[in-house]
């Protein structure tokens, strides 16, 4: 092909949209399974984001949310309509959460943890199809947007993170690893002009964890950053933030000091991006290749009817809720799951970078092991996408044991740890895609 084909062939169109999704009627909010009662009232509106790439006749829209996460028919609903109505096969879509523990409840996601009256529900329900109906709009806005762009690539710092592992009773001695990157992409109009920021960073967004809808410190930075950049938008991309959070922290609180907690650390992070934004970045070229797959994780042997009858009679509280869950579920289907569906996307943007994205609330590690054996300079690991299906640990924290991915499987209604195999199932999977051309 002659040179300046070539050139012309990689030129990007981009676009990009928000919309938003804050709840106009009282609702119950995710995240904390120790909230006592619905909302009261909104700190700081919540939004969803959506941002379109295409070269040639490929197209990828990366959405991002202020939200909890999302179950396997919200996913379902929302790619099948964007496929339908704008023609974006469901390899060109990830739906990214933030993971914010200050959102409504959504569809089935964590359902053990609330105990929603009959009214309680329909208010959720109503908020779940509306949302649904908003996302696909702002992706079609998105598509729409699209016009002739230039993209930069560069990962700045921030240091907002601790390893949770960390601060548990006993947890000192871990050793605990965090990845302090923020990604930055830029889109900007021929000529320079910024339009949107893509930044992401690896942490739950639980600075605050009170009663009124806000985005947390994921909030207050895209909010910072639309208000330095005006005309612009700022879509925050959770990145492997299951086993950290934004310390110090104050718990089972909105008050007026752990607003100022959360608001700090979104001007910290706005800051690093700004950072980037002003220093040089790496252009990033193409082609673009979107992939999509969807591997098995298996878990460990299930527990038997009787192990979970006895502990039915030995547990309180949540734990008895969880265990009669799944003791209802063996009865009705004859056994409990012994796999779970995993999906895995890739967008890759020539070999300037490497999107991945993961499904679930995926530990620090993948984060580190991807831009190691990918380029630390090229690659972006996006951990919270599709289904929020449970903690997603690597093979060091299933042998620590704890929390994420170990203890907590009964939460997500899940029958067991994951086997030790699951950090190699999805290094695996993530090769292929990328290696793909
Ligand atoms: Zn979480």
Not at 307 to 319: H, P
Request: with cysteine.
């Amino acid at each position: 092909m002659p040179l300046l084909l070539a050139l012309i062939s990689l030129t990007w169109q981009a676009g990009a949209a928000k919309i938003d999704v804050t709840p106009k009627e009282p609702i119950w909010l995710s995240g904390y399974a120790n909230r006592t009662k619905p909302a009261e009232g909104t700190l700081q509106p919540i939004y969803v984001k959506a941002a379109a790439f295409r070269q040639n006749n490929e197209t990828a829209v990366i959405v991002t949310s202020d939200l909890q996460g999302f179950d396997v028919d919200m996913i379902a609903n929302i790619a099948t309509r964007a496929e339908k109505q704008f023609q974006l096969p469901r390899k060109g879509l990830v739906l990214n959460y933030s993971h914010n523990h200050s959102s409504p409840v959504t569809g089935k996601v964590l359902h053990l943890y609330y105990d929603l009256n009959q009214q309680q529900t329909e208010a959720v329900t109503r908020y779940t199809n509306k949302l649904q109906d908003q996302i696909v709009q702002v992706i079609g806005e998105a598509i729409k947007d699209l016009a002739p762009a230039e993209l930069t690539f560069e990962q700045g710092l921030a240091g907002i993170a601790v390893n949770r592992r960390r601060a548990r009773p006993n947890g000192r001695a871990l050793f605990g690893p965090v990845d302090h990157d923020v990604p930055v992409l830029a889109i900007r109009a021929l000529g320079g002009k910024l339009r949107a920021i893509l930044f992401g960073y690896s942490c739950h967004t639980t600075a605050l964890s009170g009663y009124q809808i806000n985005g947390d410190y994921a909030g207050y930075a895209q909010a910072a950053l639309e208000k330095r950049y005006p005309g612009t938008t700022a879509h925050f991309v959770q990145g492997c933030g299951g086993d950290a959070n934004p310390l110090p922290r104050i718990m089972n609180s909105d008050s007026a000091e752990a607003i100022e907690l959360a608001e700090m650390y979104g001007k910290i992070l706005a800051r690093a991006v700004e950072a980037v934004l002003r220093a040089p970045m790496n252009a990033v070229t193409g082609p673009l290749k979107t992939n999509y797959t969807e591997i098995q994780v298996p878990f460990t042997k299930p527990p038997t009817k009787e192990v979970l009858e006895e502990k039915l009679k030995t547990t309180r509280g949540f734990q008895q809720k969880q265990t009669q869950y799944l003791l209802n579920k063996l009865t009705k289907e004859g056994k409990l799951e012994e796999s779970h569906a995993y999906p895995i996307q890739t967008v890759r943007f020539g070999t300037n970078l490497n999107f991945i994205a993961l499904t679930g609330e995926s530990v620090v590690d993948y984060c580190l092991r991807f831009k190691k054996e990918y380029g630390v300079d090229t690659t972006w690991v996006a951990g919270y996408n599709n289904e929020l299906l449970s903690y997603i640990p690597s093979l060091r924290v299933l042998r620590e044991g704890g929390y994420e991915g170990t203890e907590d499987m009964g939460e997500y209604g899940l029958p067991a740890p994951y086997a030790e195999d699951i950090e190699d199932r999805i290094a695996k999977a993530v090769k292929a895609l990328l290696e793909d051309r």
